[in-house]
Each structure stands twice: as structure tokens, then as C-alpha cells.
């Protein structure tokens, strides 16, 4: 993870416990927490040794995503499959829903937004895997921590963004945003052959907080999107003879309307 903003130092921790007090911390105090592979690793496995035993799997199944054929500039770059999960207050734990589209009103997304846009399951192995569960798993832990009382509704987003015949592959093309959540979770799968791809976080006065790239498995963010503006710039190929692309997973984390 290459970044202008420090993640946490790992050498001050004795436990994953600590670890994960601290990244709750962080979050509550400047609204982002960034995460790098290793310390992601350790969090992930916290209690659950099996936690990424499926990670071939689940790294592979970004090889079988749909086109997003809801893309207003025409742009054929963008592959995903989207599930809808959702969390008791407080909960360790999250459980799937029945499938549903996904909506964004045209406040937060003017390009894509204010459409119901149904996208292809997430495969039930994947979902309910190891690797799924356990990011599931942490994001409620730290999510839950910071607002105890809220029934989550969540949606877990699995995205390639492609580089391919000298065209650049754009992993926000609506710019700037909020998603209109509370709280997301971004986590690199897998980079290929590609330069740029840096996220962005600016305050909600448009002041720039943090410029970082996820490059490695497991690389990490967390952002309080009510409070911290994202984007993420475009990619292009590094060796112009081979695709590119940026697999990503997002969860979203939103206040449930029972």
C-alpha cells in the first residue's frame, strides 16, 4: 500500500484485540483507517483461523463477473456482481437477504444514479465462504463499535475495473462522491498491469485528506462516508501489450429502515 496518509503502526499492538481498538479509534477520530495487507491479515484471521482458507476461490470469482450494463457513458470497462446482506445492532455477524437491485439517488451518483440497477448475484459460495465472512465479520465488528444501536442494511460489491487496447479504466467515473452511506469498506483482491488507481479522500469541504494506493491483496479502507468524500483516479495499462485490471471488493454499511 503506497500512501501520503500513515496507516497504523503495527509495532505498538500486543494483540489483535488492541489492534482492532485502535482502528476503531482511528476511524471515530479522523472518519478513514487505512489498513495494509498484513495487519488486514491478522484481523481477518482474529478468532476464526479458517478466516481467508478460501482464498483461491474467492480471488478467482472476480474472473466470472457480468459487464455493468448500467454505465451512462457508454463505458464497457466496469464488471461486478452485488449481494445484499444485512445486521443486527451491534452484531458480529451478518446474514444474507433475498436479492435485490441497487439504487443511488442522482444526489450522490449524477452519472449512474436514480435507477433501480440489477446486477447478477454474488455466488452463494463466495458469499457465504470463509474470506466473505470474515471481512463481513470485521466490518461489523468496527462498524458496530462505532454506532452500537443501528441495524445495518449492507451491500458487498464485487468489482473489475479494465484496462485494455490503450483505454483507461475508470473505478469512479461519476468523480468525486459519497455513496450515501455510513460507512464503506474497500479491500484490493488483485492488481494487474496497470499504473495509477489512487484513492482519494477529501472532507466535505472539498479539502484533500488522503491519497493512498491499494496494491496488494488484502490492502484495506475504511471511511465514514457521511463525513469523507471518495474517488478513486483512472487506470491505464502499465505494458500497453497486456490487459489491466483492479479488482476491488466494497461493502457498504447503511442505517436499516425497519
Request: charged share 20%; aromatic share 8%.
Amino acid at each position: 500500500m503506497t500512501h501520503t496518509s500513515s496507516p497504523i503502526q503495527p509495532s505498538s499492538f500486543q494483540d489483535e484485540r488492541s489492534l482492532l481498538e485502535s482502528v476503531c479509534q482511528q476511524l471515530a477520530r479522523q472518519d478513514f483507517c487505512l489498513l495494509p495487507a498484513e495487519q488486514a491479515c491478522r484481523l481477518l484471521r482474529h478468532g476464526q483461523a479458517s478466516a481467508l482458507d478460501d482464498w483461491d476461490e474467492f480471488h478467482d470469482s472476480w474472473n466470472h463477473l457480468q459487464l455493468d450494463k448500467f454505465m451512462a457513458d457508454g463505458g464497457r470497462y466496469r464488471k461486478r456482481l452485488h449481494a445484499t446482506l444485512s445486521a443486527e445492532p451491534a452484531a458480529c455477524r451478518a446474514r444474507a437477504e433475498a436479492h435485490q437491485p441497487h439504487y443511488q439517488s442522482r444526489f450522490y451518483n449524477p452519472l449512474n444514479g436514480g435507477a433501480m440497477r440489477h446486477y447478477e448475484p454474488i455466488r452463494n459460495e463466495i458469499l457465504l465462504g470463509p474470506t466473505m465472512q470474515s471481512v463481513l465479520n470485521f466490518a461489523c465488528s468496527v462498524f458496530g463499535k462505532l454506532s452500537p444501536y443501528t441495524p445495518w442494511h449492507i451491500e458487498a460489491h464485487q468489482y473489475r475495473i479494465e484496462a485494455i487496447n490503450r483505454q483507461c479504466g475508470k473505478p469512479t467515473p461519476e468523480g468525486i462522491h459519497r455513496d450515501g452511506v455510513h460507512f464503506l469498506l474497500m479491500m484490493m483482491v488483485g492488481r494487474r498491469n496497470l499504473v495509477n488507481g489512487a484513492t482519494e479522500l477529501y472532507s466535505l469541504e472539498h479539502e484533500q485528506l488522503a491519497q493512498f494506493t491499494l496494491s496488494e491483496p488484502l490492502d484495506l479502507a475504511l471511511v465514514n462516508d457521511e463525513r469523507v468524500l471518495h474517488g478513486v483516479t483512472p487506470v491505464a495499462q502499465l505494458d500497453p501489450s497486456r490487459d489491466g485490471i483492479r479488482d476491488v471488493l466494497l461493502l457498504s454499511f447503511r442505517r436499516r429502515a425497519d
